[in-house]
């Protein structure tokens, strides 16, 4: 016999040097009659030194065979897993928890008192915890994946709770028991911090846009975590975007550049504080809560200038003057009101069908567009062959002609480019006030536009005056 107790050697060096003995003479050799090899474990502690010591000398196969003993009261039938939860998988069988104790003494009595001093000191050393439903639902796969493999490796129970199905009883050794309860505090208080910053992300979202510009020069809305990250200042791991690209910042200069990768191209920044009851469009510059309307004058070196005047040039051999971009809340937010109604209305047709068209004006209307958007009470001033609505022309080379943009003193013309909502549409002629229905037996179910002919039509006609809104407006000569 070998004693850790009262020989006082260290428990761990004693499983050592036994379980490595045991391993090379089983190795090196054969064995014929030899079929077990038994280690008596008083103590508890002794017995938590050899499983350790077990884990590192002999196979998972081997090991799995031997676990910490289990009392007869926790011995219950195995119930069904848990309805619709990955839970299930931390079941654990008493059946394969089981290990068996042999006692051997001169009497009775002796094997008796034995029997009860090994019981009363695993009890001291064991406990069983309980948890809800709500403490285990914010597990996430990790998480149980994680703890299976702890359960096992500890020779933990887990089971359905007999009175009540939504909870789970685990028991074992308490060091173990702690661990599983510290497993699921540090889970769920995961999960309430996931849910904490979630609601944050979205509650800044309605607030701040920030937005990084694409590789064709349009701004592009982050998404929500890395907005939320740019808005606190958290970028030592840098942001992700919507491709989910990684991007290093430096908020100084407002701009970003992509990790892992060759390219040390930068690309700018920006943030827009949204208002109360409107969304800024990404391309906008910021807006005060009591400026409604706002003409930026683009830059020449800017992405949109070149973009905006290269469309508008295909067609207008004239000098490009100026650009400039209006920004008129009222009139975008109706615009955006009216193009929800037309794509609901027209989901099998393809939506709204926004598109890109001229409109040339005069110095006295223009001011008023800018202002007050397209009105239909103008109908007529120059043109109603399709219809006596708004008319706005796919070529620029259309709108650019003196007859529509009448040129000023000076020489210089002017023309809106503008987002106008065309959905459905059909060919117009001269006395339709109103596009008309779509069938017959239904009446109020309108065309949503007019065109001039509909293979590859050249002018669109609308009838509504929130179905247009004038973009930018170009001066040229």
Known sequence: MVCAGVGGMDPGVVARAILRGVRTATLSTPLHSLTDIRLVLIKINVFLAFKVEAMQVFSTAVINRVSIPHLPQVQQQQPPPLENTDLSLLHTSSTNQQSVFRFLGLGRKEVDDAMKKLKDLY????????????????????????????????????????????????????????????????????????????????????????????????????????????????????????????????????EAQKLATGDKEKVKLKRLENLPDFTLPVYWDNMAADEPIKVVTLQRSSAEYKRVKEVFKRTVHKTVMKIERLQNIHLRRAYEVRKKHISDKNTQQGGANERLLYHGTTQDNCDSIMKTGFNRSFAGQNATVYGQGTYFAVNASYSANPTYSKPAADGSQLMFVVRVLIGVFTVGNRNMKVPPPLDNQQPHDRYDSLVDKMDNPSMYVVFHDNQAYPDYLITFM
């Open 123 to 254: 009890n001291s050393q064991c406990s069983t915890q309980t948890f809800t439903r709500e403490q285990l639902e914010g597990l996430t796969q990790n998480n149980i994946d994680d703890m299976k493999q702890f359960v096992e490796r500890e020779g933990l129970f887990i089971q359905r709770d007999q009175f009540d199905q939504g909870r789970l009883n685990v028991t074992g050794l308490k060091d173990g028991v702690n661990k599983v309860m510290q497993m699921i505090n540090a889970s769920l208080h995961g999960s309430l911090s996931r849910e904490k910053r979630i609601r944050g992300e979205e509650d800044l979202y309605s607030r701040v846009s920030w937005c990084i510009q694409g590789p064709n020069g349009n701004w592009e809305r982050l998404p929500k975590t890395a907005n939320h990250k740019l808005e606190k200042g958290d970028i030592a791991g840098g942001i992700v975007n919507a491709q989910g690209i990684s991007w290093s910042v430096d908020l100084h200069m407002m």
